[in-house]
């Protein structure tokens, strides 16, 4: 079993950052991909960034891309979101998730583990 537990949302004005992180403890090493998604009210959830243990060759969702980065600290068990250049339209709840394997996954249902979410709203 893995735990996931994310932590770091709130309230922004658009423009701002924020940085969420992802604690991650049990077993571990099973969870060769972590990943953020998130969710907004009334929609779909959406993949947001993906990491692999070796930090190498992270991807992002088209709506990201160039504003938010993932890193991660394996010392920790620790995954980061830093997003830069808010906009309203990233209001949602995120989600850290784990995949066992080391396989590149977009789609939600591919991930085993979830986290509870955390709630990042951005005002105009």
């Known amino acids: 079993q893995v735990q996931v537990v994310e932590s770091g949302g709130g309230s922004v004005q658009a423009g701002g950052s924020l940085r969420l992180s992802c604690a991650a403890s049990?077993?571990?090493?099973?969870?060769?991909?972590m990943g953020w998604f998130r969710q907004a009210p009334g929609k779909e959830r959406e993949f947001v960034a993906l990491i692999s243990r070796s930090g190498g060759m992270p991807r992002y969702g088209d709506s990201v891309k160039g504003r938010f980065t993932i890193s991660r600290d394996n010392a920790k068990d620790t995954v980061y979101l830093q997003m830069n250049s808010l906009n309203p339209e990233d209001t949602a709840v995120y989600y850290c998730?784990?995949?066992?394997?080391?396989?590149?996954?977009?789609?939600?249902?591919?991930?085993?583990?979830w986290g509870q979410g955390t709630q990042v709203t951005v005002s105009s």
């Open positions: 049990g077993r571990t090493l099973s969870t060769n991909v």
């Open positions: 998730a784990a995949k066992v394997g080391g396989t590149y996954s977009v789609f939600a249902p591919d991930y085993r583990y």
